[in-house]
């Protein structure tokens, strides 16, 4: 039953947030219950935080960039994620794609072994995310694009952990472009 109530206030609240969101001409990509999914495909921050208390991690929540926080992500399978942003380009300037990732924390004592995740734009490798126990990465992740890496305003965006990355460990809180770098205050 808590389980239901939960969904149902998450599905709610991502309604409302693309209801907030929708004016804005921001190509994006939200991580709703999309049919078709395995449910280990998605899962919500208090089931992620569950699983990292019992690894000994802790999880950063999904960060509020441009209303977009609905604590919904989409797990990134072993065998890598792809999925699709239109951008029309309008201008012949750089553009940036952000990418907010499920981060976790060591605590003491646990046993947190390296990982790696490959981020590929249209076929080709764009950055390379990587955590361990003393080090990680600043979310949302930021990638620029020239208009000529996407000349028919298609972003196919490609999610690859590295081989030691072995169950779903890596998920994508929200993905969206701009035209202007995101402020730290956004």
């Not at 999309?34 to 495909?41: N, R, S, W, Y």
Request: proline share 8%.
């Amino acid at each position: 039953m808590k389980l239901r109530i939960l969904l149902l206030t998450a599905i709610f609240l991502s309604s409302f947030a693309s209801v907030s969101a929708s004016d804005s001409k921001i190509p994006k990509q939200e991580f709703g219950l999309e049919e078709g999914l395995l449910p280990e495909d998605i899962s919500t921050f208090p089931e992620l935080k569950t699983w990292a208390i019992y690894q000994s991690y802790e999880l950063e929540p999904d960060t509020a960039h441009l209303g977009l926080q609905d604590y919904i992500c989409r797990m990134v399978p072993e065998t890598g994620l792809q999925f699709l942003l239109e951008k029309p380009i309008v201008s012949k300037s750089t553009v940036y794609l952000y990418l907010d990732l499920t981060r976790y924390r060591p605590l003491k004592g646990s046993k947190f072994k390296p990982r790696k995740l490959n981020i590929l734009v249209n076929g080709r490798p764009k950055l390379s995310v990587y955590t361990d126990k003393n080090q990680s990465f600043a979310n949302p992740v930021e990638i620029p694009l020239e208009p000529s890496e996407y000349p028919d305003g298609k972003i196919y965006v490609d999610l690859v952990p590295s081989h030691n990355s072995l169950g779903r460990f890596w998920g994508v809180w929200d993905a969206f472009v701009l035209e202007n770098r995101l402020d730290a205050k956004d």
